[in-house]
């Protein structure tokens, strides 16, 4: 069975880009979530989707945003890009609110 | 607001050593708790999940205790190994925070051959 998956691995954007990241999730799982693992800071919580409805949000500006579609996929756009959004951003899926399973991430760099 | 710690933040130890990793948070109205393995720059593999009506869970060389009403989980590593180096994070989920997973800051395992 394939795991969460997440693309691209790398992005390279410079100061004030819009980043968008995309990731499946395990088959059959509903929900989505999107974490935010800077350096020093630890995990976040961003956003978490469920059958294609946003259900929580963490402490984050409106210029972080995303969607869930209808085969359960999610895309997050971060819009006007800062320097301290560099970070590894992680993709985690579950059926509602059981385990969540990781993607392996994508690794966004602000220039 | 829920909060988790997690110490040491870092533990060296020789290879073949029993180890504990502990992991504190501050709302017991929990609803699961989670142990993950980060190994630099890479996702997370989840280890162990503990529901909140349960006490421990086991899987291999890994053991996960739960005690809600102190607010504390460890993980027992038995006969550690160089390739069980990496860092290992402890999550919580509740009731009243959506489906969102709060994560403690994680401790750096190094086992030495």
């Known amino acids: 069975e394939a795991g969460v998956t997440q693309s691209p691995t790398h992005l390279i954007k410079t100061r004030g880009q819009q980043a968008t990241l995309r990731c499946s999730p395990i088959?059959?799982?509903?929900?989505v979530y999107w974490y935010q693992q800077a350096l020093g800071l630890g995990l976040q919580f961003l956003l978490w989707?469920?059958?294609?409805?946003?259900?929580n949000r963490g402490n984050f500006p409106p210029r972080f945003s995303g969607r869930q579609f209808p085969n359960y996929s999610s895309e997050l756009n971060v819009n006007a890009l800062e320097l301290e959004d560099s970070a590894l951003y992680l993709c985690?899926?579950?059926?509602?609110?059981?385990?969540?399973?990781f993607g392996p991430g994508t690794r966004l760099t602000v220039t | 607001k829920q909060e988790v710690t997690q110490i040491p933040a870092a533990l060296s130890v020789p290879e073949g050593e029993n180890l504990v990793l502990n992991c504190s948070f501050t709302?017991?109205?929990?609803?699961?708790l989670q142990w993950f393995r980060q190994d630099p720059g890479k996702g997370l593999t989840s280890l162990l999940l503990?529901?909140?009506?349960?006490r421990e869970q086991t899987s291999g060389r890994l053991n996960a205790s739960l005690d809600k009403s102190s607010g504390r989980s460890t993980l027992y590593i038995a006969a550690s190994q160089p390739g069980d180096s990496a860092t290992y994070l402890c999550?919580?989920?509740?009731?009243?925070?959506?489906?969102?997973?709060?994560f403690g800051q994680g401790t750096e395992l190094s086992v030495k051959p």
């Open positions: 989707y469920d059958e294609g409805e946003e259900r």
């Open positions: 088959s059959g799982h509903t929900s």
């Open positions: 709302d017991s109205a929990i609803y699961n």
């Open positions: 999550a919580v989920s509740s009731y009243n925070q959506g489906g969102k997973l709060i």
């Open positions: 985690a899926s579950s059926l509602k609110t059981y385990e969540q399973y």
């Open positions: 503990i529901q909140s009506s349960q």
